[in-house]
């Protein structure tokens, strides 16, 4: 299983980006898939997940993040609205199934002005 990562970049404080995560099989597959993200000096930390029914966001990006999932693309977009400074970080998609962890290569982040 790969999974790829994209559309990070720079954006103003306020801004928005979407990232997508490409899988090489069907994510439908999947017991569940999410974001998580590292900043330097930081633990990595999840920022979204769902399992197709159940959704779970990281308590501060709560009503400015939204994870969705589109099996027929096998894809995973976080879109992130409303960006903070702290919402700077390394973001990686991951994937579960049986037990088994995916990740993808991280997308950076840099929520600037």
């Known amino acids: 299983v790969q999974l790829q990562a994209s559309g990070g970049g720079l954006v103003q404080p306020g801004g928005s980006l979407r990232l997508s995560c490409a899988a090489s099989v069907g994510i439908w597959s999947m017991r569940t898939v999410g974001w998580y993200r590292q900043a330097p000096g930081k633990q990595r930390e999840l920022v979204a997940v769902?399992?197709?029914?159940?959704?779970n966001y990281l308590d501060s990006v709560k009503g400015r993040f939204t994870i969705s999932r589109d099996n027929a693309k096998n894809t995973v977009y976080l879109q992130m609205n409303s960006l903070k400074l702290e919402d700077t970080a390394v973001y990686y998609c991951?994937?579960?199934?049986?037990?088994?962890?995916?990740w993808g290569k991280g997308t950076q982040v840099t929520v600037s002005s």
């Open positions: 991951n994937a579960e199934r049986y037990g088994t962890n995916y």
């Open positions: 769902t399992d197709g029914g159940n959704t």
